[in-house]
């Protein structure tokens, strides 16, 4: 599966809202801090992942976020993690 090939291999991965339920079909969540919207992330407990309530999560090299109203923090450490990479493959 393409998202679980994205983990493997330690790439970016950015979910918000309903996103990190893919994660959770790809079986990548144990273990990881993350968050998602409301009504997910009781699923994601259950899953394994330690869910925070909070407007952005990174992770490693998972971003995630719970609403639309979380978006500036979500592109913001998103294109933060993106300069990152860009940086070390200078």
């Known amino acids: 599966m393409f998202t679980r090939a994205f983990f493997d291999r ?3 991965v950015f979910a918000v809202c309903h996103g990190p ?3 959770m079909t790809a079986g990548v969540v ?3 801090t993350m968050t998602a919207w ?3 992330q009781s ?3 259950y899953a394994g992942a330690n869910v925070v309530d ?3 999560v990174v ?3 998972l971003v995630t976020s719970r609403k639309p109203g979380d978006l ?3 592109s913001r450490e998103s294109l933060a993690m993106l300069e990152r990479i860009a940086a070390v493959t200078r």
């Open 38 to 40: 409301k009504t997910v």
């Open 43 to 45: 699923d994601l407990r």
């Open 30 to 32: 144990r273990g990881r």
């Open 10 to 12: 330690e790439r970016p």
């Open 21 to 23: 339920q893919l994660l």
């Open 59 to 61: 992770d490693r090299n």
């Open 72 to 74: 500036d923090a979500f």
């Open 54 to 56: 909070d407007e952005v």
